[in-house]
């Protein structure tokens, strides 16, 4: 089964093309997404094109799975970063709303 690469650093081109998936890969690693959101996330990666079979289990799985089969899935879907960078990208995120 073929992961999708979320290590793309954020601002690259294939953030741009898919970017609620890989946010939501890099916020997870910095421990900043809700388990129950990754359906919808993977659903909306689906209708721009992105297509796995882990993706697609993963927007079957109902808002208030164990979220613990649905991290997992979201692990198969996705090949996640490391999480020191993504810690600091959520840093990043987390300032750049406050200064705004």
């Known amino acids: 089964m073929a992961a999708i ?13 898919y970017p ?3 946010e939501a890969a890099w916020l997870y690693q910095a421990d900043q997404v809700c388990p129950e959101n990754l359906p919808m996330t993977a659903a909306q990666a689906l209708g721009m094109g992105m297509d796995t079979p882990a ?9 208030h799975a164990d979220p613990r089969d649905t991290r997992a899935t979201f692990e198969l879907a996705i ?11 959520a840093v990043a995120v987390l300032v750049s709303c406050v200064g705004s």
Do not use: F, N
């Open 5 to 17: 690469d979320g290590t793309s650093k954020p601002g690259s081109p294939v953030r741009s093309a």
């Open 20 to 22: 609620p998936l890989l």
């Open 55 to 63: 993706l697609c289990e993963l927007v079957g799985l109902p808002r």
């Open 79 to 89: 090949i996640l970063p490391d999480h020191h960078t993504a810690r600091r990208y």
